[in-house]
């Protein structure tokens, strides 16, 4: 099965930039999709399809996909963005969704 | 605007079953796929099942294949997850959630709030 491995935290100060990596087997081949979830609040798409931002996000929050590694990019951050980012993406070979192993993201 | 409602949450012992069913409304429910995701009490997002539109195709995560089942009532925009001989690893905050865009497996959203099942050994 697929599987996305992300660091289980990143610390970053206020008005810095945060970079949050997706790791999997060529994954640049695939199209990735990021989640921001808050302490007992359900998950919130973030971006979506590697890049694009869905209505109402930030244009602080950005994303890229290469290779074997995806990331998202949180600029500026605020102490709201202290959340549990996930990426996720859908496995053609197994028609699965498979979400990353989630990072933490602290504001310091 | 959006709502997606879950229930059927609770407490059950091993080995037994249980519903859960996602109310939804704000959308044209029955041109969307629809899919069930889990959260174990401090882990990460777990994706469970999924769900065509006409509700002819279904698709399981290895970890409740043969034991779960998805199923949909376009008529009363309702997902239902039924969850049968369960587990004490089954005990999971359950989300319901859509597929963001028609037709299309790629990202999901919005979410429900979720609804814990606790599965006591």
């Known amino acids: 099965s697929y599987v996305l491995t992300q660091p289980p935290s990143v610390s970053v100060a206020p008005g810095k930039t945060a970079s949050i990596t997706c790791e999997g087997n060529?994954?640049?081949?695939?199209?990735v999709h990021w989640y921001q979830q808050k302490p007992g609040q359900a998950p919130l798409l973030v971006i979506h399809?590697?890049?694009d931002r869905p209505s109402g996000i930030p244009e602080r929050f950005s994303g890229s996909n290469s290779g074997d590694t995806a990331t998202l990019t949180i600029s500026t951050v605020e102490a709201g963005d202290e959340a549990d980012y996930y990426c996720?993406?859908?496995?053609?070979?197994?028609?699965?969704?498979?979400f990353g192993t989630g990072t933490k993201v602290t504001v310091l | 605007q959006v709502h997606l409602g879950e229930s059927g949450g609770g407490v059950v012992q091993a080995g037994k079953s249980l519903r859960l069913s996602c109310a939804a409304s704000?959308?044209?429910?029955?041109?969307?796929?629809m899919h069930w995701v889990r959260q174990a009490p401090g882990k990460g997002l777990e994706w469970v099942a999924f769900?065509?539109?006409?509700?002819?195709?279904?698709n399981y995560a290895d970890s409740v294949k043969g034991r779960f089942t998805i199923s949909r009532d376009n008529s009363e925009n309702t997902l239902y997850l039924q969850m049968n001989s369960l587990r004490p690893e089954d005990t999971a905050v359950y989300f319901c959630?859509?597929?963001?865009?028609?037709?299309?497996?790629?990202?999901?959203?919005?979410w429900g709030r979720g609804t814990l099942v606790t599965v006591s050994s």
């Open positions: 959630t859509k597929d963001q865009r028609v037709g299309v497996a790629g990202s999901l959203g919005p």
């Open positions: 704000g959308f044209n429910f029955n041109i969307f796929a």
């Open positions: 769900i065509s539109s006409d509700g002819r195709i279904e």
């Open positions: 060529n994954i640049g081949g695939k199209s």
């Open positions: 399809y590697d890049t």
């Open positions: 996720q993406v859908w496995d053609s070979s197994s028609d699965h969704y498979v």
